[in-house]
């Protein structure tokens, strides 16, 4: 599957009842169209993916599917229980998805033929990315036999040990040198230079969501962003936990599109963050613009 460029990973925006806005979402991912993103990942960590029902999940999917009409792969999250994973995987699949993103399944642990497993499921269901985060903490040698099941096509790093992540990338391109890896680090971006490093080229960008045009002239290049733009929204972003999240839906709001609150347990950006969080926009659009 061919995903390039920037990954866009939109937010799912609420109305004021609570409810999924799917005008908002549409709207939202037509103007991330507009940027040429590699590819575009719905109902996914930024996209609240755990605080979904399983009919937002669906029909989350099925607006990104008609908006982006086939233009660039798009992928929805499933995780979970495998049951809920499977619908999910089914339900993704009839709306007219590519592949999957699959998340962890949370408390349930198993050893590691377990986990492939249930990986192997969901996988024949659709193409899968296996997110490495949390409670997945994979050897490369498992890695090595993910890859080698029908159906996953990559894996996502949220763990950041680059260590771990040379290791298995060595691993796994002798035997499937096609195999995809991604940075999954919340702000990607800022720790692009390690993981290029070691041979990673392909980043989830929740910048995009809010301002394309930086995270489209960092992919360009311009590095003066990492340290004027990107190293303040990592520290604004640790202030408060969930703010990797909450931050991009304020982002979204500020930039125009009203896509509401975060649901809980996350919790909404505070005014005085808000101010900080807007700033940052304002200087890094005029750094893009010099």
Same mark, same amino acid.
């Given at each position: 599957m061919?995903?390039?460029?920037?990954?866009?990973?939109?937010?799912?925006?609420?109305?004021?009842?609570?409810?999924?806005?799917?005008?908002?979402?549409?709207?939202?991912?037509?103007?991330?169209?507009?940027?040429?993103?590699?590819?575009?990942?719905?109902?996914?960590?930024?996209?609240?993916?755990?605080a979904?029902?399983?009919?937002?999940?669906?029909?989350?999917?099925?607006?990104?599917?008609e908006?982006?009409?086939?233009?660039?792969?798009?992928?929805?999250?499933?995780?979970?229980?495998?049951?809920?994973?499977?619908?999910?995987?089914r339900a993704?699949?009839?709306?007219?998805?590519?592949?999957l993103?699959?998340?962890?399944?949370?408390?349930?642990?198993?050893?590691?033929h377990?986990?492939?497993a249930?990986?192997?499921?969901?996988?024949?269901?659709?193409?899968?990315?296996?997110?490495?985060?949390?409670?997945?903490v994979?050897?490369?040698?498992?890695?090595?036999?993910?890859?080698g099941?029908?159906?996953?096509?990559?894996?996502?790093?949220?763990?950041g040990?680059?260590?771990?992540?040379?290791?298995?990338?060595?691993?796994?391109r002798?035997?499937?040198?096609?195999?995809?890896?991604?940075?999954?680090?919340?702000?990607?971006?800022?720790?692009?230079?390690?993981?290029?490093?070691?041979?990673v080229e392909?980043?989830?960008?929740?910048?995009?969501?809010?301002?394309?045009?930086?995270?489209?002239?960092?992919?360009?290049?311009?590095?003066?962003?990492?340290?004027?733009f990107?190293? *303040? +929204? @990592?520290?604004l972003r640790?202030?408060?936990?969930?703010?990797?999240? &909450? $931050?991009?839906k304020? !982002?979204?709001? =500020?930039?125009?599109?009203?896509?509401?609150?975060?649901?809980? *347990? +996350? @919790?909404?950006?505070?005014?005085?963050?808000?101010?900080?969080?807007? &700033? $940052?926009?304002?200087? !890094?659009?005029? =750094?893009?613009?010099?």
């Amino acid at each position: 599957m061919n995903l390039s460029g920037v990954l866009f990973f939109p937010v799912t925006p609420f109305d004021a009842a609570g409810g999924l806005a799917e005008e908002v979402l549409a709207e939202h991912i037509r103007q991330g169209m507009e940027h040429g993103p590699g590819g575009v990942f719905a109902a996914c960590g930024t996209g609240e993916f755990s605080a979904l029902s399983e009919a937002e999940h669906e029909r989350a999917v099925r607006v990104a599917a008609e908006v982006v009409a086939g233009r660039v792969p798009l992928f929805a999250g499933a995780g979970g229980p495998l049951g809920t994973a499977l619908r999910q995987a089914r339900a993704a699949r009839d709306a007219g998805a590519d592949g999957l993103l699959l998340m962890p399944p949370y408390l349930a642990q198993g050893p590691g033929h377990g986990f492939r497993a249930y990986v192997e499921a969901i996988a024949a269901e659709l193409p899968v990315i296996v997110y490495q985060r949390g409670s997945v903490v994979l050897e490369p040698e498992t890695v090595v036999e993910l890859a080698g099941l029908p159906g996953v096509i990559g894996l996502k790093d949220g763990l950041g040990d680059i260590d771990r992540m040379q290791r298995t990338v060595l691993a796994v391109r002798e035997a499937y040198p096609d195999f995809l890896f991604f940075n999954g680090l919340p702000t990607a971006e800022l720790t692009m230079p390690a993981y290029r490093g070691i041979g990673v080229e392909l980043y989830s960008s929740a910048v995009f969501a809010f301002a394309p045009e930086i995270a489209k002239a960092y992919l360009g290049g311009d590095e003066r962003l990492l340290t004027e733009f990107y190293a *303040p +929204l @990592v520290r604004l972003r640790a202030k408060v936990p969930g703010y990797a999240v &909450a $931050l991009v839906k304020a !982002g979204v709001r =500020l930039r125009g599109l009203d896509a509401g609150p975060v649901r809980p *347990p +996350l @919790v909404d950006v505070t005014g005085e963050h808000l101010a900080e969080l807007e &700033a $940052l926009i304002k200087s !890094g659009l005029e =750094l893009v613009a010099s």
